[in-house]
C-alpha cells in the first residue's frame, strides 16, 4: 500500500473543519448530510450573501427537502442550532472540540492544550468566530438560511430569534418546514431520473385521473409525497378517494393531503380507517345536526351501539336521530336511545317496519281520540251533566 504526502497548501482558500467532526461525526453520518454539512458551513464561513436551501440542494443535486432533512439531522446531533422567524431559519454552527478517543493522536499528545464545552453546548477555550469576549470564550457563529432565497449572513450577538425548532414528526420523516418548499419543474424531473418509484406512481395517478399530469398538478402530487410525507399507496387512495367522491380538483386533493398528514395519517391502512368512519359516521352525526367533526367517544360508542348490537342500518339510525332533533330541539343521544329500545324490541329492521309502525300509532291516536269524544257526548246526555254544569 503506498505512503500518502502532502504538499503545503494556500490557507487562505481553505475552510477549517475540526478533527472531531472527521472522525467522529462524519464516519457515522450518511454521505448526503456530510454533502450539506459541509457546503452549508462553507458558505457560511465565506458569509456568502446570496444563500439558500434551493441554491444548496441546486449545487448538490438533492432537493430542497432532502437539504432539510440533513440540516435537521445535524441539529438532532448538536452540531447545529436552528431557529425559524417567519421565512428565515438562524443557523449557529457549534464547534465540537472534545477529543475523540478513537484517535490515539489524542491520547498521545499530551502538549495539546483542548477546550471544553459549557453547559449551553456553547464552545469555550477557542476563537471560533473570530470574535472572543476577552477570557477565552467565543460564541458559535450564527447566520440566516433562508428557504426562499433572501441573503445568508452573519448575525451579531443577540440578534438572532429566540429558539422556534422545526416540528418533526419522527427521527425518519423529513421536517415540516412551515411554508412548503417550491419545487421547481427542473427539481422533479431530476427525482424522477433518480426514482422508478415515483415515475411509477405519477402514471397511475395519471391513470387514475384518465389524463395525462400537467406541470402543476405533478408538483402537487410530488409535495403529497415529499412535504405531506404519505406513502406512495396512500397517495394513490387518496386521488382514487377523492376522484370516486366527484373532487378532481389537485387544490382539494392538497386540502386532504394536509388534514391527512396533520392526523399522523401516513399509510393506507390508517387512510382506509379514516375514511370508513367518514362513511359510517358522518352521516348520523349530520343528521343529529352536530357540525362537521370526529365523533366524541361517547357518540361513537353509543352509535356502534346502535350499529353493530342493536343491527340496525346507518339509514335506521340516521332517521331516529332524526326525529330526535326533531322532537328535542337537540342533538340527545339519551333520547335517540330510547327510540332505538323501542324499535329493538319492537323487532324494527327496515324503514319499513317504521313507516308500519307510524301508521299503527297514528291508528292507535285516532281510536283514543274517538273514545274521548263519545265519552264527552255520553256525560252530556247524563241527567247528572245540568248538574254538574250549573255548579
Not at 46 to 53: A, E, G, H, I, V
Not at 120 to 132: D, H, K, L, M, V
Not at 281 to 298: G, Q, S, T, V, W
Not at 299 to 320: C, H, M, N, Q
Request: glycine share 6%; hydrophobic share 35%; net charge neutral.
Amino acid at each position: 500500500m503506498p505512503a500518502l504526502y502532502f504538499d503545503d497548501i494556500d490557507f487562505n482558500f481553505t475552510v477549517p473543519v475540526s478533527d472531531h467532526f472527521i472522525l467522529c461525526d462524519m464516519p457515522k453520518a450518511p454521505s448526503t448530510f456530510v454533502k450539506v454539512y459541509l457546503y452549508v458551513y462553507r458558505s457560511f464561513y465565506r458569509k456568502d450573501p446570496d444563500f439558500s436551501t434551493a441554491k444548496v440542494g441546486q449545487a448538490l443535486s438533492m432537493m430542497e427537502s432532502e437539504v432539510m432533512e440533513a440540516l435537521n439531522y445535524w441539529k438532532s446531533v448538536g452540531l447545529i442550532f436552528m431557529h425559524q422567524d417567519g421565512e428565515q431559519l438562524w443557523i449557529s454552527f457549534t464547534h465540537p472540540f472534545s477529543a475523540p478517543e478513537s484517535d490515539p493522536a489524542y491520547a498521545s499528545s499530551a502538549s495539546r492544550s483542548l477546550p471544553s464545552k459549557s453547559a449551553s453546548g456553547r464552545t469555550t477555550g477557542a476563537n471560533f468566530s473570530g470574535s472572543s469576549d476577552g477570557n477565552g470564550t467565543s460564541n458559535a457563529r450564527s447566520g440566516r438560511l433562508s428557504a426562499s432565497g433572501a441573503g445568508f449572513g452573519s448575525a451579531g450577538a443577540g440578534s438572532a430569534p429566540s429558539d422556534v425548532f422545526l416540528p418533526t414528526r419522527g427521527a425518519s420523516k423529513v421536517i415540516r418546514m412551515e411554508t412548503m418548499p417550491t419545487y421547481s419543474n427542473e427539481e422533479i424531473r431530476l427525482y424522477l431520473k433518480k426514482s422508478d418509484s415515483l415515475r411509477t406512481l405519477f402514471a397511475e395517478v395519471a391513470a387514475i385521473m384518465g389524463e395525462p399530469l400537467s406541470s402543476p398538478n405533478m408538483i402537487k402530487v410530488f409535495s403529497f409525497y415529499d412535504y405531506y410525507r404519505l406513502e406512495q399507496d396512500t397517495i394513490l387512495f387518496l386521488v382514487r378517494y377523492c376522484v370516486e367522491n366527484g373532487k378532481r380538483d389537485f387544490r382539494y386533493m392538497e386540502k386532504v393531503a394536509m388534514d391527512w398528514s396533520d392526523r399522523g395519517i401516513t399509510t393506507v391502512h390508517d387512510a382506509q380507517a379514516y375514511v370508513q368512519t367518514f362513511k359510517v359516521y358522518m352521516p348520523i352525526l349530520k343528521a343529529f345536526k352536530i357540525p362537521y367533526r370526529e365523533p366524541f367517544d361517547y357518540e361513537k360508542e353509543a352509535i356502534d351501539r346502535w350499529l353493530y348490537t342493536y343491527g340496525f342500518s346507518p339509514e335506521l339510525v340516521a332517521e331516529a336521530a332524526t326525529r330526535t332533533v326533531n322532537a328535542t330541539g337537540k342533538s340527545s343521544f339519551q333520547y335517540a336511545e330510547g327510540i332505538m329500545k323501542n324499535w329493538y324490541a319492537r323487532g324494527v329492521k327496515t324503514m319499513e317496519d317504521v313507516a308500519a309502525l307510524d301508521r299503527e300509532h297514528e291508528r292507535n291516536a285516532e281510536t283514543a281520540g274517538a273514545g274521548n269524544a263519545t265519552t264527552s257526548r255520553n256525560l252530556k246526555k247524563s241527567p247528572f251533566f245540568d248538574i254538574l254544569k250549573n255548579e
